[in-house]
């Protein structure tokens, strides 16, 4: 298992995420269920917002609306806190895979109030299949520890799961958060949930609206910009991180500057696609001039276009393609246009054809 974490205070980003090429829009709450855990709160839906109010006078308060969406990899909202005092949250979470143990991982992000200071705050927590916590694998604040938000401000906040990894972001503040809890998370389908909460006192509770909710897909890279932001720094991540896999296992090199950013550019703009990437490497002058042997190359075909060792069947199956008549640019042709190509475009945002 491993734990890591990406921080950036200073650095002002954009929010990249990947979702389908279908239009985004605020989805209606009026039809999400209701979670009742305990306390005095209420969670009143009124068509894309919804109304929290949470009072901790009488005993911790917490509540939840949820909805399951298919296939979802996080979710993106609005929050505006009229009133808050003591211990009090409204936040996003979403169960956003299992570990090899086949627990949970929650990741949440809030709007909070804690101990007067007032921050954005994620965490990620392990937890078995009764919900209950093992552990806390990742937590902190977004930006400053206190006043990055204010009373009557809208703030948007997101989380969503990029391949194995957690996303955490709000605009702003100048801070992006990204979690890698393990090695490998697992495929999970759960509800997206919006909640409230406040801790038992008497001077704990919260007032807030949650709106301009989206639901988060795998797909299409697109980005959310702030006023006068150009195109997300965190995209370019995305596609430099595609095409430097090629420059390493196909050269077996670092990329040069001005090559990675012709490549990104041109992936980023759409004028080349993932396969256009690839075969611009193999067929490389540079390439050429490795000189590989049959083997070398069908290792690297896998490694490159698969990320992955191969397997005895596929290795043996292309050997005979070649001992057969067939060319490298067949063997190439057929990586190219196989599914685990796709998925792995698809893993970078990346359109593979």
Same mark, same amino acid.
């Given at each position: 298992?491993?734990?890591?974490?990406?921080?950036?205070?200073?650095?002002?980003?954009?929010?990249?995420?990947?979702?389908? $090429?279908?239009?985004?829009?605020?989805?209606?709450? $009026?039809?999400?269920?209701?979670? &009742?855990?305990?306390?005095?709160?209420?969670? &009143?839906?009124?068509? +894309?917002?919804?109304?929290?109010?949470?009072?901790?006078?009488?005993?911790?308060?917490?509540?939840?609306?949820?909805?399951?969406?298919?296939?979802?990899?996080?979710?993106?909202?609005?929050?505006?806190?009229?009133?808050?005092?003591?211990?009090?949250?409204?936040?996003?979470?979403?169960?956003?895979?299992?570990?090899?143990?086949?627990?949970?991982?929650?990741?949440?992000?809030?709007?909070?109030?804690?101990?007067?200071?007032?921050?954005?705050?994620?965490?990620?927590?392990?937890?078995?299949?009764?919900?209950?916590?093992?552990?806390?694998?990742?937590?902190?604040?977004?930006?400053?520890?206190?006043?990055?938000? $204010? +009373?009557?401000?809208?703030?948007?906040?997101?989380?969503?799961?990029?391949?194995?990894?957690?996303?955490?972001?709000?605009?702003?503040?100048?801070?992006?958060?990204?979690?890698?809890?393990?090695?490998?998370?697992?495929?999970?389908?759960?509800?997206?949930?919006?909640? *409230?909460?406040?801790?038992?006192?008497?001077?704990?509770?919260?007032?807030?609206?949650?709106?301009?909710?989206?639901?988060?897909?795998?797909?299409?890279?697109?980005?959310?910009?702030?006023?006068?932001?150009?195109?997300? +720094?965190?995209?370019?991540?995305?596609?430099?991180?595609?095409?430097?896999?090629?420059?390493?296992?196909?050269?077996?090199? $670092?990329?040069?500057?001005?090559?990675?950013?012709?490549?990104?550019?041109?992936?980023?703009?759409?004028?080349?696609? *993932?396969?256009?990437?690839?075969?611009?490497? &193999?067929?490389?002058?540079?390439? &050429?001039?490795?000189?590989?042997?049959?083997?070398?190359?069908?290792?690297?075909?896998?490694?490159?276009?698969?990320?992955?060792?191969?397997?005895? *069947?596929?290795?043996?199956?292309?050997?005979?393609?070649?001992?057969?008549?067939?060319?490298?640019?067949?063997?190439?042709?057929?990586?190219?246009?196989?599914?685990?190509?796709?998925?792995?475009?698809?893993?970078?945002?990346?359109?593979?054809?």
């Amino acid at each position: 298992m491993k734990a890591k974490q990406f921080y950036s205070p200073i650095l002002v980003v954009v929010l990249v995420l990947l979702f389908t $090429s279908q239009v985004l829009a605020a989805e209606d709450l $009026s039809d999400w269920g209701e979670y &009742i855990w305990q306390g005095n709160i209420s969670l &009143i839906p009124s068509g +894309t917002s919804l109304n929290v109010t949470a009072d901790g006078s009488a005993g911790e308060a917490w509540k939840a609306r949820y909805k399951v969406f298919p296939d979802a990899v996080g979710v993106l909202a609005k929050v505006n806190v009229s009133g808050v005092s003591g211990v009090s949250n409204v936040g996003l979470r979403k169960y956003l895979g299992t570990t090899a143990a086949d627990t949970l991982i929650l990741a949440e992000i809030m709007v909070e109030q804690y101990d007067g200071q007032k921050r954005i705050y994620y965490r990620v927590r392990e937890r078995d299949d009764q919900g209950n916590t093992i552990k806390q694998i990742a937590g902190g604040a977004l930006g400053d520890w206190d006043g990055t938000w $204010s +009373t009557g401000q809208n703030i948007t906040i997101a989380l969503a799961r990029i391949l194995d990894e957690i996303w955490f972001y709000t605009p702003g503040n100048g801070a992006f958060v990204k979690v890698a809890p393990f090695e490998t998370m697992g495929p999970l389908d759960s509800d997206v949930q919006i909640y *409230g909460y406040a801790s038992d006192g008497d001077t704990n509770s919260v007032n807030a609206t949650v709106s301009d909710v989206t639901i988060l897909y795998t797909g299409d890279l697109m980005v959310f910009p702030e006023p006068n932001e150009s195109l997300s +720094t965190m995209v370019r991540a995305l596609v430099e991180a595609f095409v430097t896999r090629f420059y390493q296992q196909c050269l077996d090199r $670092s990329p040069e500057p001005a090559g990675l950013k012709d490549w990104t550019d041109n992936l980023l703009n759409k004028t080349k696609t *993932g396969a256009d990437v690839a075969k611009g490497f &193999i067929y490389s002058q540079e390439f &050429i001039n490795r000189g590989t042997t049959i083997e070398e190359y069908l290792t690297i075909l896998y490694k490159a276009f698969f990320n992955r060792a191969a397997d005895q *069947g596929g290795w043996d199956y292309w050997l005979n393609e070649i001992k057969s008549g067939k060319d490298r640019g067949y063997l190439l042709d057929g990586f190219l246009g196989s599914q685990e190509f796709l998925n792995l475009c698809e893993d970078y945002g990346i359109t593979p054809n």
